[in-house]
């Protein structure tokens, strides 16, 4: 088991610019998740799938992002036309959960945003 | 709205010693969560003690547990002998059935474990 891994770990990019992240979950999890961290604060939620249905999207998931998880394994989450604003730690955590169950997400090292 | 509060922004402990956080969280729900996470300087967030909230008796871990007080909202996490390897971040977060699927994190606190 090699837990959730994040690539890349870390992303400097030019404001305007579209990046995407990975995320491959822990095998089997049926659940995923993406948060975003700021510095000095807990994590907010962004979007979550179940296998390959995409459930629930924040408000904070504007129309310049999307998430993907094409047949219910890795997820990509792609920003479009970055600012600043966006600089971030991107979390994403896996979880193998039932309907109406508390399952408990494991997270990954995460992807270090830096907008210029 | 559902709020996870923790209103200690920092604390440290010698080591060796207890130390307790403290996290309080407001929700109308019967039925959910609760989590303590640490994440180490630059390191990912790992799960630290999970706590059901139908449950009355306190979750332990090794020399990690919870005060849970179902009435008073309160969710406070102990570590005894704390260990310079304890120094980290750590959230407390709830998971509620009519939040979907998501965690719902505290602000955080900050511990320091001088030797």
């Known amino acids: 088991d090699t837990g959730v891994s994040q690539d890349p770990r870390h992303k400097i990019t030019k404001r305007g610019q579209n990046v995407t992240f990975r995320c491959d979950p822990i095998?089997?999890?049926?659940?995923l998740y993406w948060y975003r961290q700021t510095l000095g604060q807990g994590p907010e939620f962004l979007t979550y799938f179940q296998n390959e249905a995409q459930l629930e999207k924040s408000r904070l998931l504007s129309d310049r992002f999307s998430a993907e998880r094409p047949k219910g394994s890795f997820s990509t989450l792609e920003i479009q036309r970055t600012e600043q604003g966006d600089s971030a730690m991107y979390l994403c955590?896996?979880?193998?959960?039932?309907?109406?169950?508390?399952?408990?997400?494991?997270f990954g090292p995460g992807t270090r945003l830096t907008v210029l | 709205a559902q709020t996870v509060t923790q209103s200690q922004p920092e604390m440290s402990v010698q080591e060796a010693e207890t130390v307790t956080l403290s996290c309080t969280y407001d929700?109308?729900?019967?039925?959910?969560?609760l989590f303590w996470y640490k994440q180490p300087p630059s390191r990912q967030m790992i799960l630290v003690i999970r706590q059901e909230a139908y449950k009355q008796q306190n979750a332990t871990e090794n020399r990690f547990s919870v005060n849970f007080q179902k009435a008073a909202k309160s969710f406070s996490l102990k570590i005894s002998d704390s260990q310079l390897g304890d120094t980290a971040m750590y959230f407390c977060?709830?998971?509620?059935?009519?939040?979907?699927?998501?965690?719902?994190f505290g602000q955080g606190t900050e511990l320091s474990v001088k030797p």
């Open positions: 095998s089997e999890h049926n659940r």
């Open positions: 955590a896996s979880s193998f959960g039932l309907a109406g169950e508390g399952d408990t997400q494991y």
């Open positions: 929700t109308s729900e019967s039925n959910y969560y």
């Open positions: 977060a709830a998971y509620l059935y009519n939040q979907g699927g998501k965690l719902i």
